[in-house]
């Protein structure tokens, strides 16, 4: 059931959320692997209403796809709930 409302805000994201390009600045893993993914913890730079906010967000990723931190990201996210965000693309440096 967690995994399946953990996708389902995935998907909500991708129709939804604000697209941002923004640069990880830490990266960690943490609670159980869900099915094929794993749950990350991203600290990351992002802007909300002309102000740089640092945060940490969630996400999840399949287990086959890496971050490190200095990776530059698109994510979406919802700008009244900045938590759960989606990682949409990942270009490494």
Known sequence: MRT????????????K?????????NV?????PLKDYVQLCIFT???IKGKIVYRRVHTLLKNDTEIH?????????????????????????
């Open 69 to 93: 931190s200095g990776d530059k990201v698109h994510i979406r996210y919802n700008p009244f709930h900045l938590n759960p965000v989606m990682l949409c693309e990942l270009s490494k440096n």
């Open 45 to 47: 730079r992002l802007r």
């Open 28 to 32: 960690k893993e943490e609670g159980h």
């Open 17 to 25: 959320g604000v697209g941002f390009r923004t640069k990880v600045l």
């Open 4 to 15: 399946e409302h953990k996708l389902k805000c995935q998907q909500l994201l991708f129709g």
